[in-house]
């Protein structure tokens, strides 16, 4: 299995950090809130600017999670079309060799799912086979090259296409003050990824996916997640999440090279989710690399923020435009609810 390319979609409407805050301070000023606590909260999380699914005056009329919800359907329609367009051209490949697609969210609900709605809007085959997956969070564009790989083992000829779509400012709460929150408004943002992969009998210039693994790490429910309300996804967000990456990833990520017969000095290229700056710090330190080594992840962190799935897919895609040289090894790593992690493998 090989990824053939990796194409993105963002709405069109961003906005610098400034401008968010100044927001968030009309909002919360009203009730007398800490501002200043609010601004370190935002300048903390090293975030220059993010794409909003709407324009930012609009978001005042989203009084339900109905309407939040009927806005991100219709907006994931839009970036998750534009995404897998960007990705089969890139592929050079049209909608009519698609076999299989997957369809990945957690900040939003639709029946039939977006991938059904994209089987209209974009006319892919009839035959294509749909796997609409909910919950992973951010581990679940890293889980979606695994899962799409395990598919086309078994159909070395087909061409399958993982789609992210996540619109976090869909799911803020604004009478919701806590601190998860409050970090939460700062750093996720809006965005799609899209990524085309080939069977072995389909051959292409980008990497092959080697191997992958999952880590379950049992009692971790509350680190990450969703509580769901009457008024939509209300986050959950532990300050444990840098302290299980440190306990853990290094381990993990090492038994699996292990397995491979490499070591993470192998590893030319390190695709990692850019969960904020802490959890990048935990990855840097549990795995015993630089800032230079996860560069890709800190600058997508800076440019658009925590896009939960899509995130390490843009990262991914950073790595497509800038091959190592052939045979170089890189490794997918993202960690999400559950909590869990995912590891995937890739040789250029």
């Not at 992969?197 to 080697?210: H, K, S």
């Not at 997918?332 to 040789?347: H, I, T, Y």
Request: proline share 5%.
């Amino acid at each position: 299995m090989q990824i053939a390319a990796v194409g993105k979609a963002f709405p069109p409407h961003y906005y610098d950090q400034d401008t968010l805050l100044a927001a968030f301070r009309e909002v919360w000023g009203q009730r007398h809130f800490n501002l200043d606590r609010l601004e370190a909260i935002h300048r903390n999380v090293l975030v220059g600017g993010r794409h909003l699914a709407l324009p930012l005056e609009e978001y005042h009329a989203l009084g339900t999670w109905g309407k939040a919800n009927d806005a991100w359907i219709r907006v994931a329609r839009e970036v998750g079309a534009q995404a897998v367009c960007a990705a089969l051209d890139g592929a050079h490949l049209s909608v009519a060799d698609v076999d299989a697609l997957t369809f990945v969210t957690v900040t939003g609900v639709s029946t039939p799912s977006i991938d059904a709605l994209l089987m209209n809007r974009l006319h892919l085959p009839a035959r294509v086979r749909r796997t609409p997956v909910f919950g992973l969070g951010c581990v679940a564009g890293a889980a979606g090259l695994a899962r799409v790989a395990d598919y086309l083992r078994a159909y070395p000829d087909h061409v399958g296409v993982l789609l992210s779509v996540e619109l976090c400012s869909l799911t803020v709460q604004r009478e919701d003050l806590s601190v998860p929150n409050l970090i939460a408004t700062g750093l996720f943002g809006d965005g799609a990824a899209a990524v085309v992969l080939v069977g072995a009998n389909r051959p292409c210039a980008g990497p092959r996916i080697v191997a992958t693994r999952s880590v379950f790490y049992p009692g971790t429910e509350r680190v990450m997640g969703w509580d769901i309300s009457e008024s939509g996804f209300r986050v959950v967000l532990s300050a444990d999440v840098p302290n299980v990456v440190l306990e853990h990833l290094g381990g993990d990520v090492d038994a699996f090279l292990q397995d491979q017969g490499l070591a993470k000095g192998d590893i030319t290229r390190w695709i990692s989710h850019p969960g904020g700056p802490k959890v990048l710090q935990a990855m840097q330190q549990a795995l015993g690399l630089s800032d230079a080594d996860l560069e890709a992840s800190w600058r997508s962190l800076r440019e658009v923020g925590n896009l939960s799935s899509a995130s390490v897919l843009m990262v991914l895609e950073d790595a497509m435009s800038r091959p190592p040289a052939k045979g170089s090894h890189g490794l997918v790593v993202a960690m999400g609810p559950g909590f869990c992690a995912e590891l995937v493998l890739l040789q250029w």
